[in-house]
């Protein structure tokens, strides 16, 4: 029995955990925006509420009218990074609109005043100003959008394609389905 245990104990630590890729893009003012990816173990999908404790990897990639302006890796973060994560696995939406650090705000390398995102460095915050990104230690103001704008992703292996037209599509099923 004993050596019954310790098979099935080194098989379940062997056996890997399966995890949602989660994709997401952000359509910001004035030609800035962002794509990434999340991955959280599948059995943290049932959570009401995903934070960063649950976020396995994490990646963004930032753009200026589609031309590269700076990337960040969870991995890269230190004890003065801000990473702050609230995502409704339900509505598969990021909570948007809130006070920064609060149950409907993102922070992602970057904190509340959009500063804290290195030199170089990319970040992206989601308060109750707005949503916005900063690039080497400096917040792009030109980039902000109304705060409550939803922020969406999709699971799979693919990145969702990040036109307007599709995210406001979106939002208003979501709207519609809500009434």
Known sequence: MRLSLTVLAATSLATPTLAADLR???IGAN???LSG???VPDQK???AVITEKDVTAFRISGFYQDVPIGNWDM???TADTTFHVRFDPNA???LTGGSFASTNSQGWNADGNVMNCGNPGFGFNSGNYAQDICVNGKYIEASSIAPSTPLVAQIGPDAPTCSPAQ???KARIKAHIKD
Request: glycine share 10%.
């Open 75 to 77: 991995r890269e973060r």
């Open 31 to 33: 030609g800035y925006s």
């Open 24 to 26: 997401f893009c952000w």
């Open 167 to 169: 995210l406001m599509g």
């Open 92 to 94: 598969m939406e990021f």
């Open 45 to 47: 999908m049932s959570n």
């Open 37 to 39: 990816l999340m991955e």
